[in-house]
């Protein structure tokens, strides 16, 4: 069983939130001032993760030194920092990340909704992603086996059983139907 956070514990600035190091089983995020707790992900989104790196793995983007993150830090603005499940950041990304000081921000993001995830709370992290420049976003719902993939906040394609989901125009290669993702091991 789970425990709440020690209120006390919980850090007050941002400086604190860096170098805090909670070990509850939670994933935190940090927006303006605001600690943020989501579940991170369950075993059960393993064999999600691997379909979704290994189709990865056939893309353009990761031949040319592209990578599909499992929850990087990414700081939106000097304020927000957020988390998602999967993020795509480019080879030139990421060889230009030690040089450069400005945050990288991922043209495309993957979340896997939980059914405990807080709705407002996640239409909030769609909002900044959008703001702040990613393209594509998806929205993993395994429980109920639907996709939102998202362009931007007005333009969302709903996909279920054949429909396939597409990182365009981000990723034109990374695209795959929603019975395929959650088809389980393959034997």
């Given amino acids: 069983m789970r425990t709440s956070i020690d209120t006390q514990k919980v850090p007050q600035t941002i400086e604190e939130f860096m170098i805090w190091e909670p070990n509850d089983g939670y994933k935190y995020e ?21 379909m979704l790196s ?3 793995a056939r893309t353009d983007a990761y ?14 603005t000097g304020i927000q920092m957020r988390r998602p499940d999967l993020a795509y950041f480019s080879g030139e ?41 990613v393209q594509v976003v998806w929205h993993v719902y395994p429980e109920n086996k639907v996709v ?18 597409s990182a365009q125009p981000v990723l034109p290669d990374f695209e795959i139907s929603v019975n395929d993702l959650f ?3 393959q034997a």
């Fill in 93 to 133: 990304q990421i060889d230009n990340s030690l040089s450069s000081e400005e945050e990288i921000i991922p043209a495309f993001a993957i979340e896997i909704v939980s059914p405990t995830d807080d709705a407002i709370k996640v239409e909030d992290k769609l909002v900044e992603y959008f703001k702040c420049g």
């Fill in 183 to 185: 088809a389980g091991p």
């Fill in 148 to 165: 939102y993939v998202y362009t931007s906040r007005k333009n969302v394609k709903i996909c279920t059983e054949d429909d396939l989901c």
């Fill in 63 to 76: 031949q040319q030194g592209g990578e599909l993150i499992y929850e990087q830090d990414v700081w939106l």
């Fill in 30 to 50: 940090w927006n303006d001032g605001e600690v943020i707790r989501f579940e991170s992900m369950k075993q059960r989104h393993l064999l999600i993760l691997r």
């Fill in 54 to 56: 290994r189709l990865f």
